[in-house]
Every structure is written in C-alpha cells, then in structure tokens.
C-alpha cells in the first residue's frame, strides 16, 4: 500500500507546486476512485480566487462531485470507499468536509502542528461523537511535503 500512497502523493505535490503560480500557499490534493483512478484534483486557490474556503481538499471534494454527477451517479456527493491524499494535515474545515463527503481514507504528507485537525492539534476525523470515521496514513512523502511549505514561507520572510 505504501507504493501507491506514494505514486498519489506525486500527484498531490504536482498539484501543490502548481499553486505556487498564483501565490498560494502550496498545498495539493487529489481524490482516487474506488477503482484506483484518478477522480479529482485540488490545489490552494483562496488567493487565485479570493476565496478563504478554497483548501485544497475542499476543491478536490468539490471537483471529484462534479465528476461522479457527471457519471450520472445520482448520489454523487457521497464519495465513499474514495481515498483523499494532501500534502499537509487538514484543518478543522476540511477534516469537516472529508467527515460529511463520507470519504473513508485520509493520507498526507506533513503533519500541522499549529492547526491540524486529522491527529496532531485535533482529530475531527476519528471523533467518536460523529456519525463516520476515516482511516488516516500520515507522513507520506512527509518531508518533501513539509519542505515545499518551509521554501514558500521562507520565500515571504526574506
């Protein structure tokens, strides 16, 4: 299993350094189908977009609805036995949205130390109050992820 995380992870990095092109901070997801297929893409865009709810993982979330609608699958917003892979631990809004899309498993890359909500700050995602639970594989590709994220905010600092 660790390969394939790996091989979607190249994937989540792609989409994370191409948020780089409108300065966003560089974070990349992307959803597989149940088959192993590429469902969705994600990257940052609440600069592009002058939108603050535009996590990558909420645009993935997002873009893999329209795609299963476009299937003609009528229940297209559950995204159930999908997998969502990030370059960086989810916040509280996303790790909220990954619990309400019914998405079962969770891989990323770094851990958020200062808001993470999947395992580190929070566990939104394996709260035992709410109605479903994700399996999580962190620490995929962790320390090319967390590299992209210190070159961007060294970047700004200088």
């Known amino acids: 299993m660790e390969h394939v ?8 990095l792609a989409e994370a350094r191409a948020a780089l092109k409108t300065d966003d901070v560089p974070i990349g997801a992307v959803i597989i189908s149940p088959e ?33 609608q476009a299937e003609g699958n009528a ?18 809004m996303c790790a909220g949205a990954i619990v309400l899309a019914r998405i079962p498993r969770l891989v990323f890359g770094a851990w958020d130390e200062k808001g993470g909500a999947c395992g580190s700050v929070f566990d939104i995602v394996r709260e035992p109050r709410l109605n479903h639970w994700v399996e ?19 970047s700004k600092r200088i």
Request: hydrophobic fraction near 40%.
């Open 5 to 12: 995380h790996n091989s979607w992870m190249d994937l989540a």
């Open 36 to 68: 192993g297929k590429l469902l969705s893409t994600g990257r940052n865009e609440r600069e592009a977009g002058a939108d603050p709810t535009a996590h990558a993982e909420v645009v993935a979330i997002r873009n893999a609805v329209k795609a299963l």
């Open 75 to 92: 229940d297209g917003w559950r995204l159930e036995d999908c997998t969502l892979v990030v370059t960086l631990e989810p916040c509280a």
């Open 136 to 154: 999580v594989y962190p620490r995929v590709k962790e320390e090319e992820c967390a590299q992209l994220l210190r070159d961007f905010f060294r």
